[in-house]
């Protein structure tokens, strides 16, 4: 086999799992609201999500369980062969489970349906066969079809793995979603590494205030604008009115673009060149919304508001990477 018969040959792996991907989407129905319904209800009634499945179903049960977590939804996951040797403790009557087996015929898991069923608990099952023992038992059924698995045996859980995790994503974010789980919310599980340090960082830690922001009068001239940037070492400088008001903003990238035009605009006034309106944030919003905001509008700096709507600081897109917080 040549070098260029493995990228075919992988290539040809990811378009069958795109294809079991898209048919996966076109099965979303009824039963997908009923699961959403139901294990929102169950997490509403301090209940949790406990997640079964063996061999590759059980990794992946593994992860959808990490990212149930990882949004707030109360979730463990129970070992199949452990819990009928006191595991099963765990569960308790209110709960809801996810049942994962491509087949819906794995003996393990039947095994432990029983006894489950004694529970007061709801049962969703992700199988690709809605003809089989476990959807026969469960309450609602999340059909995860594949025509063929990646694997050129047809063997290895390719294909069905990845439409059980695209499905448990699917439900773990629309969850999200319907009980209103935000950014704010999302940090507090989040407390740890980069995207911790990113989440929990609020606008007020990171801006440039006080000798680091620079300012000054919509009656200055350029020239003063630069100077004042240059003391406070920042690359814009926010532009006040007579009354404390904000009116504009002035950058690095404001200058260099009219000095182009003109090399005299040193002894205009500011109020020509700036940007008014400038874009802001509030002092209180978390830095993750100033980058948010950073790159939907385009700009390198945003202006920070105090509660009361005044110039608070400025916040600069290389504070960001000075922070590591991209």
């Given amino acids: 086999m040549s070098e260029h018969d493995y990228i075919l040959k992988g290539k040809r792996v990811i ?3 795109i294809e079991a991907a898209q048919a996966l989407r076109a099965t979303l129905g009824e039963s997908f609201i009923q699961a959403i319904e139901s294990l929102k209800s169950t997490l509403e009634q301090r209940g949790k999500i406990v997640v079964i499945g063996v061999g590759k179903s059980g990794n992946i049960g593994h992860k959808i369980a990490a990212t149930l977590n990882s949004t707030g939804a109360t979730t463990v996951v129970l070992n199949s062969q452990n ?3 006191g595991d099963l403790g765990i569960l308790s009557d209110g709960d809801i489970v996810i049942a994962l087996s491509s087949s819906g015929e794995t003996a393990e898991l039947l ?3 029983p006894f489950i069923k004694r529970f007061q608990v709801q049962i969703i099952a992700i199988s690709g066969k809605v003809e089989s023992t476990l959807a026969e038992q469960a309450d609602i059924i999340l059909h995860t079809p594949i025509e063929r698995e990646a694997c050129p045996l047809n063997l290895a859980p390719t294909s069905s793995s990845t439409a059980a995790l695209i499905m448990g994503d699917a439900l773990a974010m629309v969850l999200l979603d319907a009980r209103g789980f935000t950014d704010k919310d ?8 980069s995207l911790g340090k990113a989440l929990l960082t609020r606008v007020s830690d990171i801006m440039r ?3 680091q ?3 000054v009068s919509d009656m200055c001239t350029v020239h003063d604008a630069l100077l004042a940037m240059n003391s406070a070492r920042t690359g814009a400088c926010v532009i006040l009115n007579s009354s404390g008001a904000i009116v504009g903003i002035f950058t690095h990238g404001d200058f260099v673009r009219a000095y182009a035009k003109n090399t005299s605009v040193g002894h205009q006034c500011i109020a020509e060149y700036m940007t008014t309106k400038p874009v802001t944030v509030c002092l209180d919003a978390l830095a993750t919304e100033a980058l948010k905001t950073i790159r939907q509008h385009r700009v390198d700096d945003i202006v920070v508001l105090d509660q009361e709507g005044h110039l608070a600081g400025l916040i600069d897109t290389q504070d960001f990477a000075r922070l590591k917080l991209i």
């Fill in 15 to 17: 378009d069958i799992e």
């Fill in 83 to 85: 819990a009928l040797h």
């Fill in 111 to 113: 095994d432990l349906l």
């Fill in 186 to 193: 999302f940090a507090r599980f989040h407390p740890g590494g």
């Fill in 209 to 211: 205030s006080q000798q």
């Fill in 213 to 215: 922001l620079a300012t």
